[in-house]
């Protein structure tokens, strides 16, 4: 199997402070992680691609100082939202490929967070 | 840029009904296409896919075909059943773009009893 988690499923943050978002690949080592923003009944959108040992590639209109993406091993990826405010309140989602040039991502079930 | 259309929804079928959910994309070259699946809770799953012109993707009953001269990928499943209501997204992956994949907007399809 190929199967993703991430840590964790839902959290509350108050305005102002900052919150980690962990995704993990449980069975596999994953070469490249995508981060993903899913709106309500929207679609989901791409932040930023995230391989490992090296620095992250944010999409247009993605702030990196606010999105710290983090790929510490081929097991993990962490995202930080820093100083949240309500805006970036969403649905985060991770996914994994074994390795580039597999197309197939194998997604995480994704990750609530609500800025009050 | 990449761009995936699907048709709007929500869709409402009554079970053993037939489902047809339209996609057109537009990219250059020639993209691979897919049809994620996510039900209520969990993440997103691969349902199927094709990697070139007239490619038929294929799984649980459901089919989708790559027509380029179209620019669809229709997804379509003869008989619905209650335990396929879930949200389907449409997505492709550039030639120029990796494994990098744009997504439509999804449809979320309920299929009642």
Redesign the interface.
Known sequence: GAVVSQHPSWVICKSGTSVKIECRSLDFQATTMFWYRQFPKQSLMLMATSNEGSKATYEQGVEKDKFLINHASLTLSTLTVTSAHPEDSSFYICSAIKREGLYEQYFGPGTRLTVT | GNSVTQMEGPVTLSEEAFLTINCTYTATGYP?L?W?VQYP??????LL?A?KADDKGSNKGFEATYRKETTSFHLEKGSVQVSDSAVY?CAL?GETS?????????T?LTVNP
């Open positions: 691979s897919f994620y809770g969990e993440g997103l799953q691969l896919k990697t997204f992956s990796g494994s990098r994949l744009t997504f439509g907007e999804g979320q």
